[in-house]
């Protein structure tokens, strides 16, 4: 089977003109492409898919048209246009027009619903482009796009280039003369008439990839223009919407001239458009000069809009539009390279926030994604950074944790290794040696090279090329009279593939990485510390350390390395009693690190929960949430797992140690606090009335929700998602379709997504029916939304065995309403708290029905669940042991 299309045939430009109605089912399109061939051929090979090609045209330069005959390939999603002659090298034109159906399934081109009022948008990425029209659907493969839309005049289109103009089409005929023609009876009178039409042109593209081509169709309302050096930026919504759009629009003015003085490049396209659509597969997708956005990312209300909305906001629009330079003017090559793209993205998003709002302290937000990659990648079914992408299904896998926050990480990696200065001139060399091209990892490589004078592939390409991540190994040791710091490195692994005898130690591994390692040390009886580096590249490396005066040492200063860390039991002890000199993020890494240990069988859970108990005062709401995203793992694969005293003793235990942070905060915040002692009091509240069942938490939040639900007394901002969360956990099954109404009658995406999640805290089986039925009903929420419901109600005990019962029977509707790539994510939900029994059953379901983009979310939901088998047997004893002993 075909998998890449031909290197001896480019097209150079491509005139596209569609017929689209949001009302109808199909479209109707026709392509013009100008072609460069470098030798003679007899066919020409190009994608699609689910489309009809109803003619094929060939104009060469000599003269002669050839009509073409079309062959298609559904498995490998190609036609092959074959002519009676060989058509000669140069360039020559082709022409197709085609039709094909509207989707509904979030892909292609697809059709969604807003109240009463249909509309159409596309999503292309990353190999949905041939589902639109026929195309050259490698990401490589870059050509000039001229596209014109044929519309009902009462719609608006908006593409990747300004409109030129707009062209009123004439008048369709009478419906009666149309009769009359046709032979048939005169229509009564009032029958419907065709709407009237509009043919809207756009300006001619720089060179993009197909994946990159946008279109939208619908009832959509801009906001004014903000000028952001030469660009004009306007938000677009659905009618009603744009007072939640100005947010948006200022981050977008913010980021861009940020952007354009890091890479020290304009804006590479003439505008920019940011469209919110409420039903949208990604968080947002980059189109060149026109970025699709869920509008629940978008959109917010200032007057309920918290701390971390803004934040997730800025971050999604600065990594969409950090695109413009890297992905789009610069373009991978091909899929194995989509690290690139994303994990550039990723990083350089946090980058630029961070200079526009320090207090927000961003790379905080950061450290909680990073645990996720590391979690993922310490699995042996996970995948390298840049992996080998034979096709468009596996093109589709990547789009993940690793993919995105593996290679941002190592990115920052080797920013702090190269310095900010060396390593922003390196890229911005990669960019304009590139510009409006296409490169490799090694041709990053080499620019980062030029700039840095040292061997930069040799030190990072590893990285991106091998599976997983070292663990790092730390102890202190006297050689000499001296103070020694032993390293070792290992690969890590939380299913290891062999144990040492009592179960809790690996085997070694022999995989090797080059790590730019760097730890930090405290001094004496201060606070004094400083930073100690050292380039491992052996197995087991010695670096002088600081003898008797060195009272700590911490081995991930800053949490910037992509590896986890063990420390002897007497570093740890130490640093236990200095907890308060690490840093938030070295705080939140150590939490991570110490759970990571306990899930391989490495160290004790008795370890870490000391650990938890010592951050008990922590003031810091991102450690907090830290803690409080492992107590969770604790709970649903360990103490429920023993039963419900141990649950409820975990949760005792939990509210002795951070139960004097509510009587220190109090239950409502003050006029003169930050952001952040809001956020703290939000994050006790969901560790108290959330994990522990607190019972004063817990009262207040119901009495709370159940006074907005009917009176509409505003929630607190900061507080809202755990008010409406913690309430719904305590409120008996009258609140259930108050939640539902609530989640329709919302005025915000906020709003309606707060409400809808709150339903998968109900345990009780009508509810949870009602809760089922609402994840399947399009009219209450938008399609993402409802899977997210799903993933929710997978990750609770208590509902996950149902849930999943009932998935199984609906999954044949889901696969009609998702694509690919989230039908995979819920999925991939399976392994979160179903019992580790359920391993074959879910084999068995997804080999009946399989993942068009989770062949390898297979292998990782088995090895979780072998990994909750192993924590079951082997640390539930010893957590109960430990709560019984407290």
């Known amino acids: 089977m075909r998998t890449r299309l031909p290197s001896t045939l480019r097209p150079t430009t491509i005139d596209l003109h569609f017929e689209l109605d949001p009302g109808e089912r199909t479209f109707r399109g026709e392509a013009r492409y100008a072609l460069q061939l470098d030798r003679r051929a007899r066919q020409i090979v190009l994608h699609a898919a689910d489309l ?214 304009e804006h590479p396209y003439p505008k920019l458009d940011l469209l919110a659509l409420p039903d949208f597969a990604f968080g947002a997708m980059e189109n060149a000069g026109a970025v699709f956005f869920r509008d629940s990312i978008l959109l917010l209300d200032p007057a309920e809009a918290t701390t971390p909305d803004r934040k997730r906001t800025s971050e999604v629009i600065a990594h969409e539009l950090s695109h413009m330079w890297f992905g789009n003017l610069v373009t991978m090559a091909w899929w194995n390279d989509l690290w690139l793209n994303e994990s550039f993205a990723t990083w350089m998003a946090y980058e630029i926030i961070d200079s526009w709002q320090p207090d927000w302290r961003i790379w905080l937000d950061f450290a909680h994604r990073r645990e996720s990659a590391l979690a993922a990648d310490s699995l042996a079914a996970s995948h390298p950074i840049a992996p080998r992408i034979r096709n468009a299904r596996e093109a589709h896998e990547n789009f993940d944790a690793i993919t995105y926050t593996k290679g941002a990480s190592v990115l920052r990696m080797l920013e ?116 100690v580096r050292h380039l491992l590249t052996k197995l087991r490396e010695e670096t002088p350390g600081r003898g008797a005066e060195l009272t700590w040492i911490y081995g991930n200063a800053g949490e910037t390395g992509f590896f986890r860390v063990e420390h002897e039991k007497s570093v740890f002890e130490d640093l236990l009693a200095n907890i308060r000199s690490l840093s938030p993020l070295e705080r939140i890494g150590f939490v991570g690190h110490q759970w990571a240990l306990v899930r391989a069988l490495r160290v004790p859970v008795a370890s870490l929960l000391d650990l938890i108990a010592a951050l008990g005062t922590d003031d810091d709401p991102d450690v907090l949430f830290a803690i409080e995203n492992v107590l969770e793992e604790i709970d649903r694969r360990l103490a429920t797992r023993r039963g419900r005293l141990v649950e409820e003793r975990l949760r005792a235990w939990v509210a002795v140690y951070f139960g004097g942070q509510i009587d220190e905060l109090g239950f409502d915040p003050r006029p003169e606090e930050d952001a952040r002692r809001r956020m703290r009091r939000a994050r006790i509240f969901s560790i108290l009335g959330g994990f522990a069942r607190a019972g004063p938490v817990r009262k207040v939040c119901l009495a709370r929700l159940s006074a907005h639900l009917e009176s509409g007394e505003p929630l607190p901002t900061e507080l809202a998602d755990e008010i409406v969360r913690i309430g719904a956990g305590a409120a008996d ?117 399989p993942l068009a983009a989770g062949t390898r979310a297979l292998r990782q939901i088995s090895e979780e669940l072998s990994i909750a088998a192993r924590l079951e047997r082997d640390v539930g004893p010893e957590l109960e042991a430990y709560l019984a002993g407290t």
């Open 52 to 265: 009809r090609i109803s003619r094929a045209r060939l104009r060469s330069s000599s003269g002669h048209d050839l009509v073409g005959r079309i062959e298609t390939h559904p498995d490998s999603e190609i036609v092959v246009v074959h002519f009676d002659r060989f058509v000669p090298a140069g360039v020559t034109r082709l022409e197709l027009k085609f039709r094909g159906r509207v989707r509904n399934d979030l892909r292609g081109l697809y059709r969604s619903v807003d109240g009463d009022e249909p509309w159409l948008a596309t999503q292309l990425c990353p190999t949905d482009a041939r589902r639109f029209f026929p195309c050259f659907d490698e990401p490589g493969i870059k050509a000039r796009f001229r596209i014109r839309a044929t519309i009902p005049e009462d719609q608006v289109a908006l593409s990747n280039a300004p409109i030129e103009f707009e062209e009123r089409l004439p008048d369709p005929p009478a419906p009666a003369r149309q009769a009359r023609r046709a032979g048939a009876a005169t229509p009564a009178k009032g029958g419907a008439a065709r709407a009237r039409r509009k043919t809207v042109h756009f300006a001619t593209t720089p060179p993009i990839s197909a994946y990159l081509i946008a279109l939208a169709v619908g009832p959509f309302e801009a906001s004014p223009a903000l000028m952001s050096g030469s660009t004009e930026i306007r938000v677009h919504t659905l009618p009603g919407r744009q007072a939640l759009a100005t947010f948006a629009r200022e981050v977008a003015a913010e980021s861009l001239a940020r952007l354009e003085e890091w890479f020290d490049i």
């Open 416 to 531: 702090a290794y190269l310095g900010h200065e060396v390593f922003r001139e390196g890229v911005r060399l990669y960019i304009r040696r590139h510009r409006e091209g296409i490169a490799t990892a090694s041709d990053l490589w080499a620019a980062l090279s030029e700039a840095s004078d040292l061997p930069i592939e040799s030190i990072i390409g590893p990285w991106t090329l091998q599976t997983g991540y070292p663990l790092v190994s730390l102890r202190l040791r006297e050689k000499n009279g001296l103070g020694t710091i032993e390293l070792r490195q290992e690969r890590f692994l939380s299913l290891p593939p062999r144990t040492r005898a009592g179960g809790r130690r690996a085997g070694r591994t022999r995989e090797r990485w080059t790590i730019p390692w760097v730890g930090r040390v405290g001094l004496g009886q201060g606070d004094e510390a400083r930073a």
């Open 733 to 849: 099954s009258a609140l259930h379709p108050a939640l539902l109404e609530a989640t329709r009658r919302a005025t915000t995406p906020q709003t309606r997504r707060r409400m809808l999640l709150a339903l998968a805290e109900f345990d009780g089986p009508g509810e949870l029916r009602s809760t089922l039925a609402a994840a399947l009903d399009a009219s209450l929420a938008p399609a993402p939304d409802r899977a997210a419901l799903l993933a929710c109600l997978l990750a609770r005990p208590a509902t996950a065995r149902a849930t999943w019962h009932r998935l199984q029977k609906v999954w044949p509707r889901l696969e009609k309403q998702l694509p690919p790539i989230l039908l995979a994510r819920l999925a991939s939900a399976t392994s979160a708290a179903l019992p580790p029994s359920s391993r074959s059953d879910i084999r068995s379901f997804f080999g009946v029905h």
